[in-house]
């Protein structure tokens, strides 16, 4: 009689939970959410990279909410107007592209042990954000590259390294144009750059120039004689430093080779250390 009363019980419970599992079988096909076939198509379009660079999670994330209706189709800095144009088919809309072109960020700064002073010496995490809370960092000139390398890790293809003179340097032919470099650095030294600019001023301080002699060999002195060898290159000064307009189509390396403290250097692919 026991037995009977065990085998009895198991069945009941064996039985309980068949019935169960197939009402949740019936419910999750009765009450799933079909997921817009648009999305996956945008999903596919899109680089994969996840990088975050138009704002969203991932990939996923962002071809949900453009389908929703709500977000730009040209959020993808990856992708570029090719992926926006594929979008923009999927969607059956029409896509202008922005006359904008493609930007990539650099480092304005060649300020290193040999050419720069250092108010202290740091020994803590080796995190730009953490040296940056002290002081405003280590160097003497408060614009410049502090060198721990927080723009390397957050960077999703390893398009940024130490170039041979212990420097940060960004490799434009890498980059994919994700901002998070230019995000996370503390000092804004890391700036955005058109992808065909063939010189960049390396140099953020805005010190008078005076001041900047005595604590770097290699920063912007606002002498302004970039601006009189190249007058059609770009070149402005203001704010005691110089700056370039990539839309002036003139020559810009007579400026640089004149430049006495040499910070206007071309964006070139440097050797890494």
């Known amino acids: 009689m026991a037995l009977v009363r065990i085998v009895y019980a198991v069945a009941s419970v064996a039985g309980l939970g068949i019935f169960l599992g197939l009402g949740l079988a019936v419910a999750s096909r009765l009450l799933a959410v079909r997921k817009d076939e648009r999305v996956e198509a945008i999903e596919k379009a899109l680089p994969g990279s996840n990088c975050g660079a138009c704002g969203f999670a991932g990939c996923a994330a962002y071809a949900a909410e453009i389908v929703g209706g709500e977000v730009a189709l040209d959020l993808c800095t990856v992708g570029g107007a090719n992926v926006a ?21 650099q480092v304005h700064c060649r300020g290193g042990r040999q050419t720069t002073q250092y108010a202290f010496d740091y020994s803590g995490v080796q995190d730009c954000v953490a040296l940056y809370t002290l002081f405003g960092g280590d160097k003497v000139c408060k614009y410049g590259c502090l060198g721990l390398g927080s723009c390397m890790r957050v960077c999703p293809v390893d398009a940024i390294y130490y170039d041979s003179e212990g420097l940060v340097w960004v490799n434009k032919e890498v980059c994919i144009s994700c901002g998070r470099c230019v995000d996370i650095c503390p000092t804004g030294v890391m700036q955005w750059l058109p992808y065909e600019a063939d010189y960049v001023v390396a140099c953020s301080s805005r010190d008078k120039g005076g001041q900047v002699r005595k604590y770097c060999k290699v920063g912007c002195i606002a002498c302004k004689i970039c601006e009189k060898k190249s007058p059609e290159g770009g070149y402005k000064v203001e704010d005691n430093l110089s700056r370039i307009d990539y839309t002036a189509g003139g020559d810009r390396r007579e400026a640089a080779e004149a430049c006495p403290t040499k910070c206007i250097i071309a964006n070139d692919i440097h050797p890494k250390r």
Request: aromatic residues 4%; glycine residues 10%.
């Open 85 to 105: 144009k594929r979008i923009a088919e999927i969607l059956g809309v029409d896509y202008e592209a922005k006359e904008e072109g493609r930007r990539v960020p």
